[in-house]
């Protein structure tokens, strides 16, 4: 049930994020939805935060630091932290209407990065499809009503938050980053750990907490190969160190590096290195 306010009718909903959140590097902050009166106007201000705003109805002006930008039904607009914002109602043949979701995290800034919002053009026009608008509205809904203090609660919201911005991102997107995001990071921690013991990339996703196809595109895009080739390349070079610093016979390495028996690792050593790892050992002996 909205509440009113001097500005606006409008329901508040506060999420504290717990363990899994912050692990996630992703979660929700806050959200709402809201009906402007006459006199509508918010700031200015700063926040600490991201907060996405999707306009349901009506027209609003937002000026921000360079800028200032007439939004309609079916745009949205992201307030980042530290910088100041404010934003009014238009008129318009409708009142506006508005849904925002606040979201905090190491995922956060690249994730729009990719759905093409920036400090300097915090404003999306025509990305309120009703694909859009109903995953912002599942995950407000989710806050509203799930139980507090559940680890499920904290894999959930991330889901929706991250199917969101699946939702958001376009399929040509790409990054200019020159290191990977920090989520990227943890996934490449996660491979280097669990590469021997045959994990797939659809598990390393998983443990993003975001679908394949984006995961691969995303992963690719920062390390400069698929997720898959990067696991063959860990593999590979820890086989060719444990060739060169261990006594372990060949079948072992193959089977302790996650290969089902010694003919598929020779197969797929050759193919990496052009050598067997039979050469490989006695010419490290050689020497």
Same mark, same amino acid.
């Given at each position: 049930?909205?509440?009113?306010?001097?500005?606006?009718?409008?329901? $508040?909903?506060?999420?504290?994020?717990?363990?899994?959140?912050?692990?996630?590097?992703?979660?929700?902050?806050?959200?709402?939805?809201?009906?402007?009166?006459?006199?509508?106007?918010?700031?200015?201000?700063?926040?600490?935060?991201?907060?996405?705003?999707?306009?349901?109805?009506?027209?609003?002006?937002?000026?921000?630091?360079?800028?200032?930008?007439?939004?309609?039904?079916?745009?949205?607009?992201?307030?980042?932290?530290?910088?100041?914002?404010?934003?009014?109602?238009?008129?318009?043949?409708? *009142?506006?209407?508005? /849904?925002?979701?606040?979201?905090?995290?190491?995922?956060?800034?690249?994730?729009?990065?990719? +759905?093409?919002? *920036?400090?300097?053009?915090?404003?999306?026009? &025509?990305?309120?499809?009703?694909?859009?608008?109903? %995953?912002?509205?599942?995950?407000?809904?989710?806050?509203?009503?799930?139980?507090?203090? #559940?680890?499920?609660? %904290?894999?959930?919201?991330? +889901? @929706?938050?991250?199917?969101?911005?699946?939702?958001?991102?376009?399929?040509?997107? *790409?990054? !200019?980053?020159?290191?990977?995001?920090?989520?990227?990071?943890?996934?490449?921690?996660?491979?280097?750990?669990?590469? =021997?013991?045959?994990? /797939?990339?659809?598990?390393?996703?998983?443990?993003?907490?975001?679908?394949? /196809?984006? $995961?691969?595109?995303? $992963?690719?895009?920062?390390?400069?190969?698929?997720?898959?080739?990067? @696991?063959? !390349?860990?593999?590979?070079? &820890?086989?060719?160190? $444990? @060739? &060169?610093?261990?006594?372990?016979?060949?079948?072992?390495? +193959?089977?302790?590096?996650?290969?089902?028996?010694?003919?598929?690792?020779?197969?797929?050593?050759?193919?990496?290195?052009?050598?067997?790892? %039979? =050469?490989?050992? !006695?010419? #490290?002996?050689?020497?």
């Amino acid at each position: 049930m909205m509440q009113e306010y001097e500005y606006e009718f409008a329901d $508040f909903i506060y999420y504290t994020p717990g363990y899994l959140d912050k692990e996630g590097h992703l979660w929700p902050v806050r959200a709402g939805r809201s009906i402007a009166k006459t006199n509508y106007k918010a700031g200015p201000k700063r926040i600490e935060c991201y907060s996405l705003h999707f306009v349901l109805e009506g027209m609003v002006a937002v000026e921000y630091e360079g800028g200032r930008i007439e939004l309609q039904k079916n745009d949205m607009f992201c307030l980042y932290p530290g910088r100041t914002y404010y934003y009014y109602m238009l008129p318009s043949d409708s *009142s506006l209407q508005m /849904s925002w979701l606040a979201l905090d995290g190491d995922r956060v800034k690249p994730l729009l990065e990719l +759905a093409g919002l *920036s400090p300097e053009k915090p404003f999306l026009r &025509k990305q309120g499809s009703p694909g859009i608008l109903d %995953s912002a509205e599942r995950v407000i809904h989710a806050m509203d009503s799930v139980e507090r203090w #559940n680890p499920a609660v %904290s894999l959930e919201l991330q +889901a @929706l938050v991250c199917g969101l911005f699946a939702g958001l991102i376009p399929e040509s997107a *790409s990054t !200019k980053m020159t290191e990977p995001a920090g989520w990227i990071q943890e996934c490449m921690n996660f491979m280097e750990l669990h590469a =021997t013991e045959g994990i /797939s990339v659809q598990q390393v996703a998983a443990f993003a907490g975001v679908n394949r /196809s984006y $995961f691969s595109n995303v $992963f690719a895009s920062q390390v400069g190969m698929p997720p898959m080739k990067y @696991l063959q !390349k860990i593999r590979m070079e &820890k086989a060719k160190r $444990f @060739l &060169k610093e261990t006594d372990a016979t060949i079948t072992e390495i +193959a089977l302790s590096l996650g290969y089902q028996d010694l003919y598929s690792f020779t197969r797929a050593f050759k193919i990496y290195y052009e050598v067997s790892p %039979s =050469t490989i050992r !006695k010419l #490290n002996e050689n020497n």
